[in-house]
């Protein structure tokens, strides 16, 4: 392991969030969320609140938020929305919400409804909200959500997710980050600061789930290796495979590495702290950090 460490140590750990992304889309994801959070190797779950095995899990859910775990919102368009009976695909989402050729009205319907059974099964606000596919920073999803949470949580704001990526090096599509930090990110990144939003540093863990091939664990490494004080992790894991889940393969490896011992020796290694993100700027304000050090 130590090979892997070289010149990665500094004198104070790194503070990173690992966010399990896509809880109550069924049963694996959930189960991989309750295993991880025991095992401290995940400080945020994003919920999809419209997902069939979202129900019933309230009371884990309220637990692991008491042990200061970010419960959020995983805002979705795109799969299991609340109020529309066909999930609008995300390419075509993409060019409506650009030309501005959307609802509004009911993108305003549907964030509402969101929350609202977030808050009836949770039972609090959200930690964070972000999106399922990232639709949270599109442009007029992302001017109603900040509206919205401005409005409902005046005391006190989730923070929302950051798409700022990250270059590595060995070979993970450079392709896919970039897009999805341009699909937004700075125009929410202005709006946060502006509204007084807290936001993660940079987004860790984007890659094509369907070409992997066995490569995650060397993705995490790099990751890992590349990460900052205040950056995310985004993860997807399941503890089954559900022939119904486009993405089963992938979220069993992620798994796979997540829950194994190499994970911890990898957090020792690089010098990582894991904590959850609103912990880090109650501490010290991701906003407060100042410039954002160049990627390695």
Known sequence: MNRLADGAKDSAP??????????????????AAMTLVEMHRVQAI???VGARAWNGWGSPLRRVADQGVDVGLHLDFTECPLLSTKPCPLHSLIVRTMLKRVDVAGIRDEIRAQLDRFERLVGRAPSFVDGHQHV????????????????????QHPWLRQTRSVSISCGTPFLKPRLIELLGSQRLSKLSKATGFEQNRRLLGVYDF?????????????????????????????TSHSTADRIAVAR?????????DEFDGLLQAFNIELVAMSAQYRAT????????????
């Open 14 to 31: 790194r503070t990173v969030c690992v966010c399990l992304d896509d809880f109550g889309l069924h049963t694996g994801v959930n189960q």
């Open 46 to 48: 994003g919920c999809l």
């Open 136 to 155: 949270h920073q599109l442009p007029v999803i992302r001017d109603e959500l900040v509206r919205e949470l401005s409005r409902r949580y005046a005391e």
């Open 210 to 238: 369907h070409r992997a091939s066995g490569r995650y664990r060397d993705w995490l490494i790099e990751w890992l290796r590349a990460s900052r004080s205040g950056d995310l992790l985004m993860v997807h894991p399941s």
């Open 252 to 260: 069993r490896s992620e798994f796979e590495a997540l829950s194994s």
């Open 285 to 296: 304000p991701i906003g407060s950090h100042g410039p954002m050090p160049p990627d390695s």
